[in-house]
């Protein structure tokens, strides 16, 4: 029996490594076969996409109106499960109702301003660029060879700029009405994803618990408990880093943009609906994303305008420096957990390989895989009952894998010093290190008995004052 049962492990090891070979050979083979059947499946399921992306972004929404509503209907003679259900419907209806508001009136008031200063600008372009040519001639009229340069350079950059917006950016944008204007098919084929996906969103919302339920069901019945609580703990972080960052940063840039549009028109700056759409579009993308609105932006005030053009490039920098400071903090707080660095390299990343897109989920992204990794490294080092903080970490010379004392690198203190410092690092460390081991009952009494010593040491004190003695 023994023989069979071996010779039949054998055999199934056998057969999974030839079946693996074969495919990892049609995947080598027929990869690019492979990616035009997963692009073509995931264009299939655009009302799908588009469902999702609706519910996840607006589920927050709804749930604050779920509740909201669910209270003011607790006043009401209706029964429990009528008030929930009640409360549920409105609360998506007045979500979706409030998002295709917003989407009506971005259609009927931003676009068509953006594109009329969009036709304006082309239209007059080949003028303010003349009129800055001479406004800048001028300036340097008092020295003709360095007029002579600067005519030179302002002559090569000024037709560039032309070029750039009468070629490219009106191309682009001839491209994009042709497409939603003569593309009749195309236009009614979104209308129909645009529709489906927010039957998709209503049905996810609506079941969004028993869908939730169902998942949490699958899992548990084909994984290990153990295996299930962590990919739902990771699960909620990563929710809660997506979520956080996604809706906080949407909230952002929209408020950057209505008030870079209220700035721009007290200081009546040329094209506002332009600017100010620029500005807070591209304000959705961390760090560079402000500038690489900024940047041209500017230059077209300074073409249009010169005179203004220091005070808009001033507007923008104390606006930026705004949403940095006070208001992104506020809206985000830390929502992904990294820092300046690990942002840069994520949008870098993001950004090369998925375009904007990638710059714009690379940062959450990165941040969940951040948090991952993190969660792992403590979990090592609390099995090694060794402390998680980094800090504990920075002057760590070796240790000594028998005796776990740690030698720390020589930074210029003195031998006392270093000794004294070490000391009390070991004794930080071995604090935490014995705070780990403990359960929640003995770090309680552990606690109880610390006030027990700290009321003691107070009463001492307090009856040492009154019988007059100096402590």
């Known amino acids: 029996m023994k023989e069979k049962n071996k010779y039949l492990q054998l055999g199934i090891m056998i057969f999974g490594i030839l079946a693996g070979a074969i495919l990892l050979f049609f995947v080598v083979f027929y990869l690019g076969a492979i990616a035009n059947f997963i692009k073509k499946v995931i264009k299939i399921l655009t009302p799908v996409n588009i469902g999702i992306a609706l519910a996840y972004l607006i589920n927050p929404i709804v749930d604050f109106l779920d509740g909201w509503i669910g209270d003011l209907l607790t006043h009401t003679k209706l029964q429990l499960k009528t008030r929930k259900k009640l409360a549920k419907g409105l609360s998506i209806g007045l979500a979706l109702t409030t998002l295709i508001a917003l989407i009506v009136a971005l259609l009927y008031t931003v676009i068509p301003e953006v594109g009329e200063s969009l036709m304006t600008l082309v239209t007059n372009i080949q003028n303010y660029g003349n009129t800055f040519y001479e406004y800048v001639s001028n300036l340097f009229q008092g020295n003709k060879e360095l007029q002579a340069e600067v005519q030179d350079i302002l002559n090569n950059s000024i037709e560039s700029f032309i070029g750039w917006v009468k070629n490219d950016l009106l191309g682009e944008v001839n491209k994009l009405m042709s497409t939603l204007t003569n593309g009749i098919y195309g236009v009614f084929k979104l209308l129909i994803n645009i529709i489906l996906g927010l039957c998709v969103a209503v049905y996810l919302l609506v079941s969004k618990q028993r869908f939730i339920g169902g998942m949490k069901k699958l899992l548990y019945a084909y994984f290990k408990k153990e295996t299930v609580n962590v990919v739902l703990a990771v699960g909620r972080e990563a929710d809660s880093i997506f979520g956080g960052f996604i809706s906080g940063k949407l909230l952002d840039s929209l408020i950057i943009g209505v008030l870079c549009f209220i700035g721009c028109s007290i200081m009546k700056m040329p094209y506002l609906a332009l600017i100010s759409v620029v500005i807070g579009v591209t304000n959705i993308v961390p760090i560079f994303g402000p500038w690489v609105g900024a940047v041209p932006c500017s230059i077209l005030v300074l073409i249009v305008d010169p005179g203004k ?163």
């Open 309 to 471: 053009a220091l005070i808009f490039v001033i507007f923008i920098i104390a606006l930026q420096q705004f949403d940095g400071n006070i208001l992104g903090p506020n809206i985000l707080g830390d929502s992904t957990g990294l820092s300046a660095f690990w942002v840069v390299v994520a949008i870098t990343l993001g950004g090369g390989l998925f375009n904007v897109p990638g710059m714009i989920l690379g940062v959450p992204t990165f941040a969940v895989i951040y948090f991952l990794v993190k969660t792992f490294v403590e979990y090592k080092l609390k099995e090694q009952n060794m402390p998680i903080q980094t800090v504990s970490y920075t002057r760590i010379k070796r240790i000594d894998p028998e005796t776990d004392n740690s030698e720390y690198i020589n930074t210029g203190m003195s031998k006392r010093e270093r000794r004294k410092q070490n000391i009390f690092v070991e004794d930080v460390s071995r604090e935490i290190a014995i705070a780990a081991r403990m359960s929640k009952a003995e770090k309680e009494k552990r606690g109880k008995e610390a006030g027990r010593i700290i009321e003691e040491i107070k009463r001492e004190g307090t009856a040492q004052e009154d019988n007059g003695t100096d402590i």
